[in-house]
């Protein structure tokens, strides 16, 4: 049957094209990216030397002024303009904010944000490059560790930009490197986009970041679409009661049992108020109350975190808390004028929302640059980021974080298979594998840059 004969032998002769066209984009593609991981070879000891000195030396929100200096030194020497010292907390303090500015022909301007904080906690990694720096505290001596990562955020940044200025004939635009400081405390974002980020420095068309996880082995990345990151609310609570003689308590207005009838009741605005489907946590994260066993004292002070993933539900659980608050409080017999005291700080994070259109082309960027098998779909957790901040401000752009794996793989696979711990951010534990955590991380967010800003 020729006509049949004739069909197939067409199908082949496309199929060949195909393949052919395949190829040929597949090898430009490779040639690119060999070209790369040649780049990346020559530098890797470098960035895994500033990685472990930042390690080593890690400071405090707000108190960056080494870890701000190296970073605006190394991108000085890069060919960028770099403004640092940028930015004004609320308290009027100067922040340590670094901006550095690399203008290369028309086209987009692209944004790629670092955190530069470290936490306050005593490293027990074990590692010959540890922290051992220690910091006076008003209650007593802490550690200081970059148990977050904010250190391979750097590195990553810091090979980012090598990269990006040697490989200027492959993009046009201009790319905006920022070193945010305070993240950890929330306010080094604010701080920056308060003083001007967005008028001062070139206009945002894109905001792009990344944040280690432990979740994922090094060598990997992950993105998600929507909703990355809760918003965080931290409220505060003061139950007025009328003290008196342990002994006597129908003469009181026990805040103690107030407060506690409170904390159980607030367990239903999750459980019993809150879709299950829309991820909310509400926790009593300190309860403060009484000096003495015989003593019922006037007040008890209450501490919560509050997590939502949007700004309809933040709205809906943080009514529901004063509600019950007050209602508890009415119920125990406490007058109007003491009635509690609901305090919801002012500094809160709202969610981290990733635009749906930029996260696709930057996955996209990812499979491209770190290969498609290094792409996993990213998981929403309901820890909070000031990268929120960022999107919220005029003119408005919008961003994507995606996630770094960190773990050591031979140590992520056992996890997988024994259900052994696996320490993540913010443990005194967690260490992240420098290599190949850091290669990924520039090949990933040099990918993500270029394509944004392809020519
Ligand atoms: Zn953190
Ligand atoms: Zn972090």
Redesign the pocket.
């Known amino acids: 049957m020729p006509a049949q004969r004739e069909t197939k032998m067409n199908t082949r002769l496309t199929c060949w094209i195909g393949i052919a066209v395949i190829l040929l984009a597949t090898g430009a593609a490779a040639i690119a990216q060999d070209d790369l991981d040649q780049r990346i070879d020559k530098n890797i000891n470098d960035w895994v030397g500033t990685y472990k000195h930042l390690h080593e030396h890690p400071e405090l929100s707000t108190e960056e002024k080494e870890t701000s200096t190296l970073v605006a030194g190394q991108l000085k020497k890069l060919g960028f303009e770099v403004t640092d010292h940028f930015g004004k907390y609320e308290s009027g303090n100067a922040a340590y904010g670094v901006v550095a500015v690399l203008k290369n022909g028309a086209g987009p301007t692209v944004y790629v944000r670092t955190?530069m904080d470290a936490l306050p906690v005593t490293e027990n990694t074990g590692l010959a490059y540890a922290s051992k720096v220690r910091e006076k505290q008003p209650n007593g001596e802490v550690g200081v560790m970059h148990a977050?990562?904010?250190d391979l955020h750097m590195t990553v940044f810091l090979g980012t930009a090598k990269m990006m200025a040697e490989t200027k004939d492959k993009w046009s635009g201009t790319l905006v490197l920022i070193g945010q400081p305070a993240?950890?405390t929330v306010g080094g974002a604010a701080a920056m986009l308060h003083a001007g980020l967005f008028t001062k420095f070139p206009k945002p068309d894109y905001v792009v970041a990344l944040?280690d996880t432990s979740s994922l082995p090094a060598g990997k990345v992950a993105w998600h679409t929507g909703t990355m990151l809760a918003g965080a609310d931290s409220v505060d609570i003061t139950i007025r009661g009328f003290g008196g003689h342990g002994a006597a308590p129908y003469v009181t207005k026990d805040p103690i049992v107030i407060a506690s009838e409170l904390v159980v009741a607030l367990q239903t605005v999750v459980s019993r108020e809150s879709d299950p489907l829309v991820p909310t946590v509400v926790t009593v994260g300190s309860f403060h109350a009484g000096t003495k066993h015989n003593i019922i004292p006037d007040e008890a002070h209450l501490q919560l975190t509050v997590r939502t993933m949007t700004p309809a539900q933040r709205e809906k659980v943080l009514a529901a808390i004063k509600r019950i608050t007050n209602g508890i409080a009415e119920a125990a017999g406490i007058p109007a004028e003491r009635a509690p005291i609901i305090e919801i700080a002012k500094d809160n994070v709202p969610a981290t929302i990733n635009d749906p259109a930029l996260t696709q082309r930057v996955a996209v960027a990812l499979e491209k640059s770190v290969g498609k098998e290094n792409v996993w779909p990213g998981q929403p957790i309901m820890a909070s980021?000031d990268f929120s901040l960022y999107a919220l401000e005029d003119p408005k752009p919008p961003t994507t974080m995606f996630w770094l794996g960190a773990t050591d793989p031979a140590k992520w696979k056992e996890a997988q298979e024994k259900g052994t711990r696996l320490p993540g951010?913010h443990s005194s534990e967690f260490a992240p594998l420098p290599e190949p955590a850091i290669r990924t991380g520039v090949k990933a967010m040099t990918g993500a840059a270029t394509e944004l800003l392809h020519k």
């Open positions: 955190d977050c990562g904010h993240e950890e944040h980021e951010p």
